[in-house]
């Protein structure tokens, strides 16, 4: 199989030019397949096309191709010194003075023809030469129909309309080009995020180096204030680092020796050793750009629906046209009059505004979600999690933290005042999760360090050792119930515990029962205010998919807020219940960790997966990742889903709508080619701005 290429493009304005541009490049004979993401500014396709040749394809726009690795291709360009805008300036200028002359009452008006026909040149030199390229062939884009109707205006006498409407038309694509930009700017600003070089010890040398010359395996060093260069783990020193531009996380994350650090964020105030562990090429940052350009590349199906549509609008705009022009003289009416309307017709017809309606919408969504630490992997996505009506959620890590924390520690009246340096003793020397958990809460709670010998762990039941010669077991209620008699008022501690769905363990002091311990896997904090959002939202249902026991699943679901519980299951368990969902729901998203829970994040209408950051897995299976492990990230994108799915059915409704009521002005014979290129354009103008709107979303 041929191995695909991919180039950055430059000077891309319009989506009829990336259109028009995949097309030429899949005529050239060493092509077999192409394809031109607008929104990333990004050919990929499939032969051994050179440069020159793709250079040649884009050549009637000026589209320029790079290499991948080129880290800025869009240089920032001031605005007066931008083409489109030149361009339109010069046009204006000669508009308003062909105007002056007009109005000056002068007997001859050659020199006002003349200045209109400059500004016509100036500012539609290039429209024409695709025009007319394009007409010879029969293909007929939005530049096409503008040259017909401008020529015709001329042959008709209309000088001084054909050279208003061209400088609309120049204004209608400098304002696409900037809003276009503006909506790339995401992207830049993700690719602008890792420096370009680094400090780096290699066998025993210091020296900077460029990214793509990093080795695994190579020293980092990264002082106070410096962005980190590469994905790695620290190898010494401490420091919090800012990990905004990746997760999202607003508040900076303490990193010490054997943490994990990524490219592009910022050290603050130590400095760090970090071991590369990553080529530049996949870095996390480098996966969320490629994965973000891929997903605008992907086509929304609204976005489907008007290509489709756009490809049978434009013909019968010719022909509507045609008929305008000529059926109204052949019944009574003045030619010129009706040439002028169907010329007008032509130019109400451009399907500009409409074919960017949706690319527009959804490269903004996805780039704001990108940085806002939500990785969206397609338009389609985008616009299923709009519509989904119900949520469902593994427990474990999704609603809760994932790691057991100690909730209780309830003493005997007779127990010893020490007794918890004593169950820290023992269980420090457990590899046990709730023996961890029991050490952080003991050293939370200031404990004295003793010493301890003769430790013993004992499978499925705890451990026991000698304190200051005292023996001490820590364990399960079922094994400190074999050794010694549980005192009433424990008994009844232990059982009420136990259905809040808490792990309940025993502390003896030789063999005579002296604490409780209770032990849970906690609620995240958030995730009660998460479901009440959800239900705000409109989310019609959320349930919680769990492997854990009934119990300690109910009582961690009646504390979150969720209803529906679906405990004991196995990921095929799982599986089962994302489809039975689907069957009375009709869309449900499914959030997990994007591993364990992968069958049922694949079954699923979409695939949330917690923690994307430094997890390829969840990267790679999801359809959607939140980065910073934050379930707060998810109304906030259910959010961002259904007011882009809003704003593009707002978007289309624009785009045809006054195009419609410029076209009923036919009837009564007012419709001017003013009013059509206002039409066009404001049109235009409205699906930009109205786009945009998106970019003010956060959480």
Request: hydrophobic residues 45%; charged residues 20%; glycine residues 8%.
């Amino acid at each position: 199989m041929a191995e695909k290429t991919e180039y950055r493009l430059e000077n891309l304005t319009c989506a009829n030019c990336a259109m028009k541009f995949e097309s030429n490049v899949k005529s050239i004979p060493s092509v077999s397949e192409a394809t031109v993401n607008f929104g990333a500014s990004k050919l990929s396709f499939t032969g051994d096309a050179t440069v020159e040749e793709l250079q040649a394809a884009g050549a009637f726009d000026g589209i320029k191709v790079v290499p991948l690795t080129k880290r800025n291709p869009n240089p920032k360009i001031p605005f007066f010194k931008r083409k489109e805008n030149i361009v339109t300036l010069l046009a204006l200028i000669f508009v308003i003075a062909g105007l002056y002359f007009t109005h000056r009452d002068l007997p001859n008006t050659t020199v006002a023809t003349g200045l209109f026909a400059a500004a016509i040149l100036v500012g539609g030199l290039g429209m024409f030469i695709t025009g007319v390229k394009n007409l010879v062939r029969f293909d007929f884009d939005m530049k096409t129909l503008m040259t017909i109707a401008i020529i015709g205006a001329v042959i008709i006498g209309e000088w001084q309309e054909a050279a208003v409407v061209v400088f609309l038309f120049a204004v209608s694509e400098a304002l696409e080009a900037y809003s276009m930009n503006k909506a790339r700017q995401s992207i830049r600003q993700l690719m602008d995020i890792a420096p370009p070089s680094a400090t780096v010890r290699r066998n025993g040398t210091v020296e900077e180096l460029p990214t793509e010359d990093i080795q695994i395996g190579d020293i980092l060093l990264v002082k106070p204030g410096q962005k980190i260069a590469m994905d790695g783990i620290v190898l010494s020193g401490q420091s919090t680092v800012n990990q905004a531009p990746i997760t999202g996380e607003s508040v900076p994350v303490l990193k010490k020796k054997d943490d994990e650090v990524f490219a592009g964020t910022l050290n603050e105030e130590g400095a760090l050793e970090v071991t590369v562990t990553k080529l530049v090429g996949d870095t996390t940052i480098a996966k969320i750009i490629h994965l973000v350009e891929d997903a605008q590349a992907e086509k929304a199906p609204s976005q489907k629906f008007v290509d489709k549509f756009a490809k049978y609008y434009t013909p019968i705009i010719i022909v509507i046209a045609i008929l305008v022009a000529i059926i109204p003289p052949l019944f009574g009416g003045e030619w010129h009059t009706w040439i002028y309307q169907g010329l007008a017709v032509l130019v109400v017809g451009c399907p500009c505004a409409l074919v960017v309606s949706t690319p527009v919408a959804i490269v903004t969504a996805i780039g704001n979600a990108a940085r806002q630490g939500v990785l969206i992997k397609g338009g389609v996505h985008l616009e299923e999690m709009g519509r989904i009506n119900a949520v469902a959620f593994d427990k474990t890590g999704t609603l809760t933290k994932g790691y057991p924390e100690v909730t209780d520690f309830i003493m005997d009246k007779t127990a010893r005042n020490n007794i918890l340096d004593a169950v820290a003793a023992v269980e420090s020397m457990s590899q046990h999760p709730l023996a961890r958990a029991i050490v952080t809460y003991s050293e939370s709670q200031g404990v004295q360090k003793v010493d301890m010998v003769n430790f013993q762990s004992v499978t499925g039941k705890g451990a026991y050792g000698e304190v200051g010669g005292s023996l001490i077991h820590v364990g399960s209620l079922n094994w400190a119930m074999e050794l010694s008699e549980i005192p009433s008022e424990l008994k009844q501690r232990a059982e009420a515990l136990q259905k809040e769905g808490k792990s309940v363990m025993a502390v003896l002091l030789d063999k005579t029962f002296q604490a409780l311990i209770a032990v849970t896997d906690p609620l995240r904090d958030e995730s009660k205010d998460v479901l009440r959002k959800l239900k705000d939202i409109g989310i019609r249902h959320t349930v919680m998919l769990t492997g854990d026991d009934q119990r300690t699943a109910e009582a961690i679901a009646s504390t979150a807020g969720v209803t529906d519980v679906r405990a004991n299951l196995m990921p095929e368990d799982k599986l089962t219940a994302i489809k039975g969902l689907i069957g009375e729901y009709g869309r449900v998203a499914m959030v997990g960790d994007g591993i364990n829970d992968a069958p049922a994040l694949a079954a699923s209408s979409i695939g949330i997966a917690m923690g994307g950051a430094g997890t390829d897995a969840a990267l790679e299976t999801a359809d959607i990742a939140l980065m910073a492990d934050d379930l707060r990230q998810l109304p906030y994108t259910m959010k961002l889903s259904r007011k882009t799915l809003q704003i593009i059915k707002e978007n289309i409704m624009f785009a045809l709508g006054l195009k419609i009521v410029a076209l009923l002005l036919i009837i009564p014979g007012w419709l001017t080619l003013w009013i059509a290129i206002f039409a066009d354009m404001g049109a235009t103008l409205l699906v930009v701005l109205n786009s945009l709107r998106l970019m003010r979303i956060h959480k």
